[in-house]
């Protein structure tokens, strides 16, 4: 008789495809209160509805499509197991767009800043590439709700995704190699938001450990993180620099 087959992992595997394969990930089973408390907020100013039905993993549904998201949504997510992660079956109808960031971006440029003088000679093409950048609908929720409930975290992502397009362009990176860079500083802080608020980032593996003594899982933040570093690698030096923009207090204006 043969022995049992063991599942085999992907080495050096995204988060997305640490599982064994043909294993659904279940990483994000259950809501993020953190998160989900910062779209919360963030849906008294935003319109956030369900983009489709919201089921529990045996199947119940919990919300239905089109329902904007409130508390009443947040309290029966609690403790409750997901057939999707809460952030793909989310949609901000009035948030961050393409076209919005290019204004977000312009008044960047237009600032008397250390920053925007360091951004100046390839401003133009820096602008030019703002509305082609591949906005998946989890990131543009996720943009929509920093944006509503702490400004200034988009504020940062903006100028990170500027100063990223800048270096990419100064090491001579094709266009696709532009827009990921752009990227990768646009979305670099995202899994921010599934700390607790009552944690700085220097304190996150702490707060980690915290929550994890009560009993709640952090491959959430853990994964999230490890994406955002996939994402880093991908975009190459220029990613990797903007992840130091945090560091660069001076031009974090």
Same mark, same amino acid.
């Given at each position: 008789?043969?022995?049992?087959?063991?599942?085999?992992? @992907?080495?050096? !595997?995204? /988060?997305?495809?640490?599982?064994?394969?043909?294993?659904?990930?279940?990483?994000?089973?259950?809501?993020?209160?953190?998160?989900?408390?910062?779209?919360?907020?963030?849906? $008294?100013? @935003? &319109?956030?509805?369900?983009?489709?039905?919201?089921?529990?993993?045996?199947?119940? =549904?919990?919300?239905?499509?089109?329902?904007?998201?409130?508390?009443?949504?947040?309290? =029966?997510?609690?403790?409750?197991?997901?057939?999707?992660?809460?952030?793909?079956?989310?949609?901000?109808?009035?948030?961050?767009? /393409?076209?919005?960031?290019?204004? !977000?971006? +312009?008044?960047?440029?237009?600032?008397?800043? /250390?920053?925007?003088?360091?951004?100046?000679?390839?401003? !133009? =093409?820096?602008?030019? $590439?703002?509305?082609?950048?591949?906005?998946?609908?989890?990131?543009? %929720?996720?943009?929509? !709700?920093?944006?509503?409930?702490?400004?200034?975290?988009?504020?940062?992502?903006?100028?990170?995704?500027? %100063?990223?397009?800048?270096?990419?362009?100064?090491?001579?990176? &094709?266009?696709?190699?532009?827009?990921?860079?752009?990227?990768?500083?646009?979305?670099?802080?995202?899994?921010?938001?599934?700390?607790?608020?009552?944690?700085? +980032?220097?304190?996150?593996?702490?707060?980690?450990? $915290?929550?994890?003594?009560r009993g709640q899982s952090q491959r959430q933040h853990e994964d999230c993180h490890r994406l955002n570093q996939d994402v880093a690698a991908v975009a190459g030096r220029a990613g990797a620099e903007a992840l130091l923009i945090d560091a660069l207090t001076g031009l974090r204006v």
């Open positions: 008789s043969s022995a049992t087959e063991v599942p085999k992992t @992907k080495v050096n !595997a995204s /988060p997305l495809e640490r599982t064994p394969m043909n294993a659904p990930d279940r990483s994000f089973a259950t809501a993020n209160p953190h998160a989900l408390a910062t779209i919360l907020e963030a849906s $008294q100013t @935003k &319109s956030i509805i369900a983009s489709r039905d919201i089921f529990d993993i045996s199947g119940t =549904k919990l919300w239905a499509r089109d329902m904007p998201v409130s508390s009443a949504l947040q309290r =029966k997510l609690l403790d409750r197991e997901l057939r999707n992660p809460l952030e793909t079956c989310l949609m901000a109808e009035n948030g961050v767009t /393409p076209q919005s960031l290019l204004h !977000a971006t +312009e008044a960047l440029l237009a600032r008397d800043t /250390p920053l925007s003088v360091l951004l100046q000679p390839h401003a !133009a =093409k820096i602008a030019q $590439q703002v509305t082609h950048l591949p906005l998946h609908s989890v990131a543009q %929720l996720l943009l929509t !709700a920093g944006q509503a409930s702490r400004p200034e975290s988009f504020d940062h992502a903006v100028q990170a995704m500027a %100063l990223n397009g800048a270096l990419m362009i100064t090491h001579g990176g &094709s266009t696709a190699e532009l827009r990921v860079a752009m990227l990768c500083g646009l979305l670099h802080d995202l899994g921010e938001m599934y700390i607790d608020p009552r944690y700085g +980032e220097a304190d996150a593996d702490r707060a980690e450990q $915290q929550r994890a003594e």
